[in-house]
């Protein structure tokens, strides 16, 4: 399965962003997608998953700010940051888990990541 993000930039604090990430190689839809996100020294921390019924999650510091969202085919998973503040600058990832065909495998894909700057 391959990944490949797109969307980040720079952008003014208050600003909107919008990530893709279009998903291929997999036979099976994706048991979950999501975004995370590094910081320059820093580890890396979740910021959005969504599970194949649509359920999400989200970081406490993103909440009302960001949405995660899926086509209808699960083939890309997407990000908008509305709202966006400088300590949000970060490298962005996309990650996949996908079903491998047996009963309960699963494998964990990532693609690569876009960066995201935000100027006070």
């Known amino acids: 399965v391959q990944l490949q993000a797109s969307g980040g930039g720079l952008v003014q604090a208050g600003g909107s962003l919008r990530l893709s990430c279009a998903a291929s190689?997999?036979?099976?839809?994706?048991?979950?997608m999501g975004w995370y996100r590094q910081a320059p020294g820093k580890q890396r921390e979740l910021v959005a998953i969504i599970a194949s019924g649509g359920s999400t999650t989200y970081l406490d510091s993103v909440k009302g700010r960001f949405t995660i969202s899926t086509d209808n085919a699960k083939s890309s998973v997407y990000l908008q940051m509305n709202s966006l503040k400088p300590e949000d600058t970060a490298v962005y990832y996309c990650?996949?888990?996908?079903?491998?065909?047996?009963?309960?495998?699963?494998?964990?894909?990532w693609g690569q990541g876009t960066l995201v700057t935000v100027s006070s």
């Open positions: 990650n996949a888990d996908y079903p491998i065909g047996t009963l309960t495998g699963h494998r964990n894909y």
């Open positions: 190689g997999s036979i099976f839809r994706p048991n979950a």
